[in-house]
């Protein structure tokens, strides 16, 4: 089971960089309904089940504010590639 942590107080809020957001290829991000203590929005993960920990959320975060723990489900994806 894959385990997304995200650290809401070093993130710069998803309306003012939002990477997370677009580089996740399931669209598992979405916008807190809190903000962090310096008053910016960080995500949440709508669906954590569909989550392949593929690790672009962590890889591509400019704040280091993810971290994906957990094996990446190569044969999830593989079996998708083979309907595009
Ligand atoms: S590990 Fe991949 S699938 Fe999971 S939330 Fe991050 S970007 Fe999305
Ligand atoms: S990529 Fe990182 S800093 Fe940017 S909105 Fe997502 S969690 Fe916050």
Same mark, same amino acid.
């Given at each position: 089971?894959?385990?997304?942590?995200?650290i809401?107080?070093?993130?710069k809020?998803?309306e003012s960089c939002g990477?997370?957001?677009?580089? $996740?290829?399931k669209?598992?991000f979405?916008?807190?309904?809190?903000m962090n203590?310096f008053?910016?929005?960080p995500?949440?993960?709508q669906?954590?089940?569909?989550c392949t920990g593929?690790?672009?959320c962590?890889?591509y $975060?400019?704040?280091?504010?993810?971290?994906v723990?957990?094996r990446?489900?190569?044969?999830?994806t593989?079996?998708?590639?083979?309907?595009?």
């Amino acid at each position: 089971m894959t385990k997304v942590n995200i650290i809401s107080e070093s993130c710069k809020g998803v309306e003012s960089c939002g990477i997370c957001i677009y580089v $996740c290829p399931k669209g598992l991000f979405g916008p807190s309904s809190d903000m962090n203590s310096f008053g910016y929005i960080p995500p949440k993960i709508q669906n954590i089940d569909e989550c392949t920990g593929c690790q672009n959320c962590m890889i591509y $975060c400019p704040d280091f504010a993810i971290v994906v723990q957990g094996r990446y489900r190569e044969e999830e994806t593989a079996e998708e590639d083979e309907y595009e």
